[in-house]
């Protein structure tokens, strides 16, 4: 392409400070160096993580900052030493990367990667080096790949290259909420044919832990939220029954323990709140129950009573559904092009970069699944 070797200047939402809206900036995109590759942004989920980093971690040091982690794109130009990619090849950026070297990456127990921004920067969300500059100041790379961009530069082990018949406005969501909940069921979780299952919280990760249960052949699946607005929405992934908080005087564990005979099978939390993690835990059957911590915090300790562990229940955590990250999104990719998931159903709202704070406020108030954002013409 004819950009290829040169900055590209393009608009971006900045992140200058926590708690205050983003603003549309041109910004400077600094070529692809060894084995890094530059993409063209073209749709971007809005993801509750976005939220968190900038109203809930709010980490000083993580500013200013690009948001979003959620993108489909196409390849513009690549760096020096990258094979496996080439200028046109459609691509979704990743926040877990797999160089496919390292002992993790070798290994079939876990999906995480010894390089990438969490290998030392966990609390930042962000790695030091950056190709993103604005009015002459860096801009730092949320999880590494700052999709409300238009354009972005990531390590090539940081990139899954997908099916070409694959719509980006669709397959985005599988670059984090989508991928994360069903995974936390199919592979963290291992949900069993014929199980009982609880998910607590229906937000998008939520909805995709139903769907991944729905896809294990679990035969019962209580949905649990404080919205009863969302279980009709809950029913098109596969939840077979709701459950409210505010309906009943008792803890929800007693509620679903009574339900279900002592306790569920396989709960998946899904809200990012401790609280609500122990309540997930407690209401597992006790000898072979399991909870699966899902959604992402870490401003709090949390804590349970060592007899709900003794008695046989197994606590598990789960980052990015459990899937290696090149090998699992290409494959949930044609899983959606065969039509074995679902993605349109998650989508909501559809707006332009330059809404990207309508689409935050959506999301705070919790009047949107997803809110996918158009960023540039494929």
């Given amino acids: 392409m004819a950009t290829a070797g040169k900055v590209i200047k393009c608009k971006a939402a900045v992140a200058w400070e926590p708690n205050k809206p983003l603003v549309i900036e041109e910004i400077e995109v600094a070529p692809p160096q060894a084995n890094e590759v530059r993409i063209k942004i073209v749709a971007t989920g809005v993801c509750h993580t976005d939220l968190y980093h900038l109203f809930e971690g ?42 496919r ?122 949905a649990v939220d404080i919205n009863p607005e969302k279980f009709e929405k809950a029913k098109v992934f596969g939840a077979t029954e709701f459950v409210n908080p505010k309906d009943h005087s008792r803890p929800i564990s007693q509620v679903l323990a009574e339900m279900t005979e002592g306790g569920v099978d396989y709960s998946l939390e899904c809200v990012g709140n401790v609280a609500v993690m122990r309540s997930a835990l407690e209401s597992c059957v006790k000898g072979w129950g399991v909870s699966v911590l899902v959604g992402w915090t870490d401003l709090h300790d949390f804590a349970a009573r060592p007899i709900q562990l003794i008695a046989g229940r197994t606590w598990k955590g789960t980052l990015f559904g459990g899937f290696k990250s090149k090998d699992g999104v290409p494959e949930m990719v044609k899983a959606y092009l065969d039509r074995k998931v679902k993605l349109d159903e998650f989508i909501t709202h559809n707006m332009t970069l330059d809404r990207v704070n309508d689409a935050i406020e959506l999301m705070k108030h919790g009047q949107c699944i997803r809110t996918v954002l158009s960023v540039s013409q494929p």
């Fill in 101 to 222: 070297e390292c002992r993790f990456c070798k290994s079939p127990k876990t999906n995480q990667c010894v390089k990438g921004w969490a290998a030392d920067r966990y609390d930042v969300m962000a790695l030091e080096e950056t190709r993103l500059t604005c009015k002459g100041k860096k801009l730092l790379q949320f999880l590494g790949t700052s999709t409300f961009s238009e354009y972005t530069v990531l390590n090539q082990i940081a990139v899954a290259k997908i099916d070409s018949a694959a719509p980006l406005d669709k397959v985005c969501l599988l670059g984090c909420g989508v991928c994360t909940g069903f995974g936390a069921a199919v592979n963290t979780a291992q949900v069993e044919p014929g199980s009982t299952c609880a998910v607590f919280g229906l937000g998008a990760v939520g909805l995709a832990a139903v769907m991944g249960c729905k896809f294990a052949g679990a035969k019962r699946i209580i």
């Fill in 58 to 99: 709010m980490h000083k040091e993580g500013f200013p900052v690009v948001l979003g982690h959620e993108g489909a794109g196409i390849v513009e130009s690549i760096g020096p030493g990258v094979t496996e990619f080439k200028p046109g090849d459609k691509v979704i950026p990743l926040f877990i990367s797999q160089c």
